[in-house]
């Protein structure tokens, strides 16, 4: 082995127990020090963290020459002193497709590892006897299921991610001509529809990555909306337990999730450092044959590199089968620079909407995001 006398700092994020990729990064960091003599240290903290410290680069001139993020995070161009990055050298393992979840205006910014992140409906098939693809399914069941106390699905409903397939079962889509797009009679409509189902005790709202997961692992939820990224943890506590199906129905209308990818940025204008090229040929190791099939068989996530992922395909499982055919049933997440204003007037409203009613969560949104759409437009 080289001698080790260079290090690259990766930000990653670490979203509890149930996150059990950081195992992966870990092991891919450490097989590249061993190989290359440069030592890769992954920093890991949550979401919160992370986004606040990528948006605080160009005060402090201070971050990592790497950061792992979901692909809407790529539009922290300007806080995050971003490099642009060289696409075309990735264009062998890459498709266009997945290349532009992490362009902004035709400028690429980041380099997909993993693609989807999108949510699906988990059931308990010792609950739910037929998938529940309806949400009449839920509340022909409540009565029974509550009789047990079992509560029918559950659901983060205080995230805006998970606010997105209500909104779109209404026709709702957060963004319009490049601008904002929530506050509209669909989101009324939805935020409607969720109070009603909360008050009826069909739907319940807890933390998407503790209560909601533990719940559901214990048989105390019958359904749960959560993300891809999770399935390898469910799959591990639960196995005969779990099954998985489209989003639910809602009056008749689909539900659509959003999907990305989730990808390395290279931010502080890393790319101009000395370390560029021990920086690029990481990228290029964690696109391999050999690290992307790490993500598959390690943590049953789905990679970006065409090749691993059409494998992936050929040889899943049936619930990961599922999960990868749903994806092509997912709209593209939005990476506008104002998504962060978005998601946070939307999280607002979410808080809110529990405390008072549809009405004044909605008026929260648009209080959120006429002042923030202000500062961004100036």
């Known amino acids: 082995m080289e001698k080790i006398n260079k290090e690259i700092m990766l930000w990653h994020e670490f979203d509890g127990p149930g996150d059990t990729s950081i195992e992966v990064l870990e092991g891919i960091c450490k097989l590249y020090t061993e190989r290359f003599g440069v030592r890769i240290t992954p920093q890991v903290m949550n979401i919160?963290?992370?986004?606040?410290?990528?948006?605080?680069?160009?005060?402090?001139?201070?971050?990592?020459?790497?950061?792992?993020?979901?692909?809407?995070?790529?539009?922290?161009?300007?806080?995050?002193?971003?490099?642009?990055v060289p696409g075309w050298q990735f264009a062998d393992a890459l498709t266009e497709g997945a290349l532009s979840t992490m362009q902004l205006d035709g400028v690429q910014y980041g380099i997909p590892v993993l693609r989807g992140n999108h949510l699906v409906l988990y059931y308990n098939p010792e609950i739910y006897a037929s998938a529940p693809t309806t949400w009449d399914m839920f509340e022909e069941a409540a009565e029974r299921l509550s009789a047990q106390g079992i509560i029918p699905i559950g659901a983060d409903l205080q995230q805006g991610y998970w606010f997105i397939p209500f909104l779109t079962a209404f026709g709702g889509w957060p963004v319009q001509d490049g601008k904002p797009n929530i506050v509209t009679p669909e989101m009324r409509q939805a935020l409607q529809f969720i109070r009603d189902k909360m008050d009826q005790?069909?739907?319940?709202?807890?933390?998407?990555?503790?209560g909601l997961l533990e719940q559901f692992i214990e048989g105390k939820i019958g359904a749960i909306i959560c993300g891809e990224w999770i399935y390898n943890h469910l799959d591990k506590q639960m196995n005969n337990r779990l099954a998985v199906c489209q989003l639910p129905v809602i009056e008749g209308r689909q539900s659509l999730s959003m999907s990305s990818s989730i990808g390395l940025i290279y931010p502080n204008h890393s790319l101009t450092s000395e370390e560029r090229e021990n920086i690029l040929s990481f990228t290029h190791f964690m696109l391999s044959d050999e690290c992307q099939t790490m993500w598959t068989l390690g943590v049953q996530r789905i990679p970006a590199q065409e090749e691993v992922l059409?494998?992936?395909g050929a040889s899943a499982m049936p619930n990961k089968k599922m999960i990868l055919s749903l994806l092509d049933h997912a709209r593209p997440m939005p990476t506008y620079p104002f998504m962060i204003q978005v998601w946070e007037a939307l999280n607002t409203g979410l808080t809110e909407l529990p405390l008072s009613n549809p009405e004044q969560a909605l008026k929260k949104i648009e209080q959120a995001i006429q002042a923030s759409w202000g500062v961004y437009k100036s």
């Open 201 to 210: 005790g069909v739907i319940v709202s807890l933390d998407g990555s503790t």
């Open 48 to 84: 919160t963290e992370l986004t606040a410290r990528l948006n605080q680069i160009k005060d402090t001139h201070q971050g990592p020459h790497l950061a792992m993020v979901p692909a809407d995070m790529s539009s922290y161009v300007e806080n995050g002193l971003y490099s642009e």
């Open 310 to 312: 059409n494998r992936l």
